[in-house]
């Protein structure tokens, strides 16, 4: 299952969505987000799933890839949608039985959550699998360089957020390898009881958090022997320039959120 999580992981490659400028993507992302969140009717959905497919499609990464990010979050999905289910007390009567009800509110909302989380993921994962962390950081950072002026720190907010999603990868992969290790010493960690494999768990956090601080040390020793200072006098390999296939790209996203939002209004 650790696997299968693809989370903060970077596949290069030449597709179109790879060559678009980070700051574009970025604030692409975001307006995707919000297309999500316009209307609660099908055919925004249906909106948003089509822009999803096609930003997939135009990506290059095999579709394998973002059904990969979506897995590991599918059993708190369901958890999720079930409770809405039968918590959920608008709209017609669909089934009572003793204290069990579900109503027509309760089936919309469960659906409607699920497939736009799944969207979601799938959506912005689109974003860190076509663009480095180093590129991220540095459009993060552009596009955040206004707020320079009210003295926010810009530069370590973005180098934080790189950092991060670089590192989850790699905790990833030690979690593998400790729980591996403790299989090995005979510990019941995918058998037993809930209570046996929640009491071995501590076999597999306490070196995790050790392991991460002992990283967490060593980047800092690493980036203070490099004599890293910040932001300030920072030069980069690679510049960020815009091209008019970015503001195609954009102006594509804005028209499938016009067209949500017409249809959020049309149907209300």
């Known amino acids: ?103 027509e509110g309760g089936i919309d909302i469960s659906v409607f959550m699920m497939i736009r989380i799944v969207l979601l993921i799938m959506g912005s994962s689109v974003l860190t699998y076509t663009t480095s962390p180093i590129t991220l950081t540095d459009a993060v950072e552009r596009l955040l360089s206004p707020l320079k002026k009210l003295k926010f720190p810009v530069h370590e907010l973005a180098m934080m957020m790189s950092i991060a999603l670089r590192f989850i990868p790699t905790l990833i992969e030690e979690t593998d390898k400790i729980m591996s290790a403790q299989k090995a010493r005979g510990a019941e960690i995918d058998t037993g009881s809930f209570m046996t494999r929640a009491r071995n768990m501590a076999a597999i956090m306490i070196p995790l958090f050790v392991s991460a601080f002992r990283r967490a040390d060593e980047l800092a020793t ?45 149907t209300v």
């Open 1 to 103: 299952m650790l696997k299968d999580i693809t989370i903060g992981q970077f596949f290069p490659g030449d597709s179109l969505v790879h060559r678009l400028d980070p700051r574009f993507k970025i604030v692409i992302t975001i307006i995707f987000i919000m297309m999500l969140f316009t209307g609660s009717n099908v055919i925004c959905l249906i909106v948003g799933g089509v822009y999803t497919l096609l930003a997939i499609t135009l990506s290059g990464v095999p579709f394998k890839m973002y059904w990969k990010s979506v897995k590991p979050l599918l059993p708190f999905l369901l958890i999720t949608a079930v409770l809405n289910l039968f918590l959920v007390d608008s709209g017609d009567t669909l089934l009572k039985w003793k204290f069990i009800k579900i109503t």
């Open 222 to 266: 690493a980036m203070e022997c490099r004599c890293y200072n910040g932001g300030e006098g920072r030069t980069r390999l690679r510049q960020l320039r815009s091209s008019g296939m970015d503001y195609i790209a954009l102006g594509v996203t804005i028209v499938f959120y016009i067209a949500a939002i017409v249809v959020a209004k049309i």
